[in-house]
């Protein structure tokens, strides 16, 4: 979904995105093993900036929504809000960009990457609302997603999920040569 800038008035335009694709799509084509509990809905406000040596546009953004992702310790569903807000300015390809332009303008729409947030077709401006919607989902993800701040994770031996309860598995000590670091504890500076 490109955008066309000149379609943009000068004050703005906020626009609103419900489509689950936006998001499902790029899960299954990366395999990322998230499902959407909530719906996500995103908005943006994008306003066209000519001028200052730099052509681009100025977005300010939420996206909102729940997502399910594997515990990094146990791997049962760990519920994610997502709750981001952010603003970014695209810049639009400048002069020295002209060759990377031109080659954009020779393919097909269907060939542009997707993940292009802004680019020059036909000599016109144009902005990608999608990648940018995605790009802005994965930062949202926590990088190490937890079903819950205390989880102790599996047993390393039989993999029995420790929160649920104990396993009978002996638990090593550790190398007995860094047993001595165990006395030292951390301070904190004041």
């Known amino acids: 979904m490109w955008l066309a800038m000149s379609d943009l008035p000068a004050e703005g335009r906020r626009l609103t995105f419900d489509d689950p694709a936006i998001w499902t799509v790029p899960l299954q084509e990366f395999g990322i093993p998230c499902r959407i509990l909530v719906p996500l809905e995103a908005e943006l406000f994008v306003v066209p900036?000519?001028?200052?040596?730099?052509?681009?546009?100025?977005?300010?953004?939420?996206?909102?929504g729940e997502v399910s992702l594997p515990c990094n310790?146990?791997?049962?569903?760990?519920?994610?809000?997502?709750?981001?807000d952010f603003e970014t300015f695209e810049p639009f390809p400048v002069e020295h960009d002209a060759e990377r332009a031109s080659q954009q303008e020779r393919l097909s729409s269907d060939d542009v990457p997707d993940e292009?947030?802004?680019?020059?077709?036909?000599?016109?401006?144009?902005?990608?609302?999608?990648?940018?919607?995605?790009?802005?989902?994965s930062l949202a993800l926590?990088?190490?997603?937890?079903?819950?701040?205390?989880?102790?994770?599996?047993?390393?031996?039989?993999?029995h999920n420790r929160n649920k309860g104990d396993?009978?598995?002996?638990?090593?000590?550790?190398?007995?040569?860094?047993?001595?670091?165990?006395l030292f504890t951390p301070t904190r500076k004041q």
């Open 49 to 64: 900036h000519h001028g200052d040596g730099v052509d681009g546009c100025f977005i300010r953004g939420t996206l909102r």
């Open 142 to 159: 926590p990088v190490k997603p937890l079903c819950r701040p205390d989880c102790k994770g599996l047993c390393p031996v039989c993999g």
């Open 116 to 137: 292009e947030v802004v680019r020059i077709k036909d000599g016109v401006a144009q902005f990608n609302p999608q990648a940018l919607l995605w790009e802005e989902f």
């Open 73 to 84: 310790r146990c791997a049962e569903d760990a519920r994610i809000v997502i709750n981001s």
């Open 167 to 182: 396993c009978s598995c002996a638990t090593e000590e550790g190398d007995p040569r860094l047993a001595a670091l165990k």
